[in-house]
Structures are given as C-alpha cells and as structure tokens.
C-alpha cells in the first residue's frame, strides 16, 4: 500500500510532493503521484508556451522549493545561470529559469520514481485506506489522497462561440489540448478574444507572425494590476479577516471580488499599445451581440460595429465549476463529504482535510487559503497546512 496518494502533477500536486519529501513525511518509494501526462507540470509548461509568457507574474520568491530563496540561489549555480533573468521591481523570474529550477528540484527528489501516468476516475475508501482506481483498470490502495486537480482541463468558451464551434467554425480557446500552432500560423487574419494575460501575450505573440492582420477583442479597457490579487492576500494583513468568516457563501464573494479578474500588468499594456500604434496589432473594445459563419468566414456583430475573421482563438478563462467533481460525485455521496452552496469542498481550516484522509490544494482548496490558493504561493500554503497537521 502507498502512504500518499496525490491525484494531479501540476504545479499544486508538485509542491505538495516535494514538502511530502523533504520534510520526511514520506519517502519517494511510498508517494505516488497520478496525472495522464507523462511527466510533472506538463499542462503548466503546455499552457505558458502556447502564450509565450517570458516571465512569470510572481516574484521570485514564489517556487515550489520550500527555501523561499531557493530559486534566487539556483539563479546563481552552474546550472541556473543562463536562465536568470527578472523583470522589474519584484525579481519575477523568467519562465525558463523557473521551469528549470522545478526540473533540477524534481531530478533532486527524484520525483520520476513516484510518478504514474494515468487519469483516476475513481476513488472508493476500504477500511482505513483509500482505493484508486485508473480509467486504463490499473487499481491500488493508498493511506491518504490528496485531490490537487487544476481548473486547466476546463477552458470557458463563451456561447455563441460554442454554437459556431459546432458548426464547423475554425474556433480555439488557446488551452486546447489539440490545438495546432501551424494552422495558427497559416491562417490568413485571426481574432485573440479576451483581456487577461493569456489574451494579450497571444495577441502579442500572433502580431509578430501576422503583423496587421491580428485583432484583439476585449470586452473592457486593459485593467491593469501589477498581480492577479492585492499582495495583502499573501499574508495576515487580508488573511486574518478571512479566516474569521464563518459564512462560506460570504467567502467566496470574497474571493470573487479580490481576484483581479482579467487584469494585465503594466508592461503587457504597453507593448499592446506599441503594436497596436505600428499597425501591427488591431485593439477593439467591444463585446459580441450576434455570431455568423457563413463561406469560411466567421462573422461577429458587435454592440458599436462589425468584423469578420478566418479563425478565432479564445483566450477566455476556465470553467468556474470545481475540478474532479465528475468522477468524484459518488465518493462525494457514500463518505458524506461536505461542499459549500459553490459547490467547493468544505475543508479543515488547519490540514485541508475534506474526508478522513482525504485532502484537497489548489482550486479546491480556496474557502480556506483564500484568493491566491490556485497560485504557486497558495500551493506553497496549502502544502504547509497538509505536511504540518498535528
Ligand atoms: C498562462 C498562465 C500563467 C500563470 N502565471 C502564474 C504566475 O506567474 N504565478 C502564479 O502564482 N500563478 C500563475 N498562474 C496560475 C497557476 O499557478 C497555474 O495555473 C498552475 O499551473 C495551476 O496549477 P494546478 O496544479 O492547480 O493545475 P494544472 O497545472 O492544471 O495541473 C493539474 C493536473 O491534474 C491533472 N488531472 C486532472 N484530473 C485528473 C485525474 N482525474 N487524474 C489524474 N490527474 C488529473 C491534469 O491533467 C493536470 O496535469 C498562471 C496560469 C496560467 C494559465
């Protein structure tokens, strides 16, 4: 039997592995993590080289290593050197120096040997420990589990997007799983829907390849915030309030509205308007009131005006729903786990414990570690809470 059992490899499941290991809660030989990829942070890597995000928007502090420092003194090795580069005033490191530092800590802990390639679509407690079973029939038996599923496998298409997708529409939200960066770059015009990072790094990146011939398509003027919630959500300052909230309902209103939602910082804003003042780059700030594809042409009315594009790519977020929950509803039934009127699990304020043995990080964790429980520093957190319980 293994002792932990941790469902999902990005960045959430990695964090807590490595605070697993090297705090001596566990050894490599009794950790195993389970994703269908086939090694860790695949969708992280995936999703930020799609966009082409140079650097990170967290400083540098936020890593998956448990010395805050440990990135910053990877910068500086042999081995780090080459990639260390930080933009701006809080040292956010380069992506490559970020990837690589993770790739050095997991050759460290030798996080290979824990990993099993494979989906979970059930999980069913025996006595005293929790029974894993894997979509291909591959089954086992696990102490504790840990649920650290990101939001990533969801991407949010909006409706009439949707409807024109069924209809053949040449239509993409940037996180696909299949997308093709050929037909990208073959397509004659293109459409970047949305406003966050995830839009405007896109909108940047296709400007380049097809200057003049690339809109963006954003329902509001750029928001700009320098990170995706105040830095007092990183600490007590926020924090201390928060967790005197008894209400859950009251807390996910919190969390909404602390979220900078669609927000860019200031850097990305710039570059937008340097493209867009080449010709490069055409910015619309409208939203779609009717949608059309006729000819292989996709058609979009707009509340002042119209367009037309050959392919639209949607860079317009992820579900809100909690991850898992499809192949968990009947675990969630027979151990009577809790889940607040969101839907998100009710956890222990001190271990994220949702079912005896059971725990959840990341996106299913946030009634308890707040706004940036979804972000490195909340995978920094919620791993504390899980390797500290008493
Ligand atoms: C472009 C972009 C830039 C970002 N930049 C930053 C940043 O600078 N700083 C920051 O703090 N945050 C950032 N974030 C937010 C956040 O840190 C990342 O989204 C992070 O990757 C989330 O990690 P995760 O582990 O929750 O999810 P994921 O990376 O999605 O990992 C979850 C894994 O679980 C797997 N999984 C799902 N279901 C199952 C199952 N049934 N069985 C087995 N495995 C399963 C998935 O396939 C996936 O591999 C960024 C996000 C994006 C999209």
């Given at each position: 039997m293994i002792d932990w059992t941790i469902i999902g490899g990005g960045i959430q499941g990695c964090t807590l592995a490595n605070y697993l290991l090297k705090s001596k809660r566990t050894t490599i030989s009794n950790l195993a993590i389970v994703d269908p990829h086939p090694e860790p942070l695949y969708t992280w890597k995936r999703c930020t080289k799609t966009i082409e995000m140079p650097f990170l928007r967290s400083p540098s502090?936020?890593?998956?290593?448990?010395?805050?420092?440990?990135?910053?003194?990877?910068?500086?090795?042999?081995?780090?050197?080459?990639?260390?580069?930080?933009?701006?005033?809080?040292?956010?490191?380069?992506?490559?120096?970020?990837?690589?530092?993770?790739?050095?800590?997991?050759?460290?802990?030798?996080?290979?040997?824990?990993?099993?390639?494979?989906?979970?679509?059930?999980?069913?407690?025996?006595?005293?420990?929790?029974?894993?079973?894997?979509?291909?029939?591959?089954?086992?038996?696990?102490?504790?589990?840990?649920?650290?599923?990101?939001?990533?496998?969801?991407?949010?298409?909006?409706?009439?997007?949707?409807?024109?997708?069924?209809?053949?529409?040449?239509?993409n939200h940037i996180y696909d799983d299949k997308i093709s960066t050929d037909v990208i770059k073959s397509t004659d015009n293109i459409l970047v829907v949305g406003g966050g990072i995830s839009a405007i790094h896109t909108?940047?990146?296709?400007?380049k390849i097809h200057p003049g011939r690339t809109k963006l398509l954003t329902r509001?003027?750029?928001?700009?915030?320098?990170?995706?919630?105040?830095?007092?959500?990183?600490?007590?300052?926020?924090?201390?309030?928060?967790?005197?909230?008894?209400?859950?309902?009251?807390?996910?209103?919190?969390?909404?509205?602390a979220r900078y939602r669609g927000s860019i910082p200031k850097e990305l804003k710039l570059q937008a308007l340097h493209e867009e003042r080449q010709g490069k780059l055409d910015i619309i700030i409208d939203e779609v009131s009717e949608a059309f594809y006729e000819n292989n042409e996709i058609k979009l009315n707009l509340l002042t005006t119209s367009i037309s594009t050959n392919r639209i790519l949607l860079a317009t977020g992820f579900h809100a729903t909690p991850p898992g929950f499809n192949w968990l509803t009947s675990t969630i039934e027979n151990e009577g786990l809790h889940c607040a009127t969101c839907g998100y699990p009710i956890v222990s304020e001190t271990s994220l414990e949702w079912g005896q043995n059971l725990y959840v990080i990341g996106a299913l964790a946030e009634l308890v570690i707040g706004p940036v429980s979804r972000n490195i520093s909340g995978a920094r957190r919620g791993a504390e809470k899980i390797v500290n319980q008493s």
């Open positions: 502090i936020h890593h998956l290593d448990i010395d805050p420092f440990s990135l910053e003194k990877f910068a500086k090795s042999e081995n780090g050197k080459s990639d260390a580069h930080f933009y701006g005033p809080y040292d956010r490191p380069s992506i490559s120096l970020f990837n690589k530092h993770c790739d050095s800590l997991f050759h460290e802990i030798q996080l290979v040997n824990s990993w099993i390639q494979g989906r979970v679509d059930q999980l069913v407690r025996k006595k005293q420990q929790w029974h894993i079973k894997l979509a291909d029939g591959r089954q086992f038996d696990s102490k504790n589990v840990v649920l650290a599923m990101g939001i990533s496998e969801h991407p949010f298409l909006p409706l009439w997007a949707n409807d024109l997708r069924n209809e053949g529409a040449p239509i909108a940047l990146k296709l400007s509001h003027p750029f928001r700009i915030h320098q990170f995706d919630s105040d830095p007092g959500w990183l600490g007590p300052k926020h924090m201390n309030s928060f967790k005197k909230v008894t209400s859950l309902t009251k807390r996910r209103q919190i969390i909404t509205n």
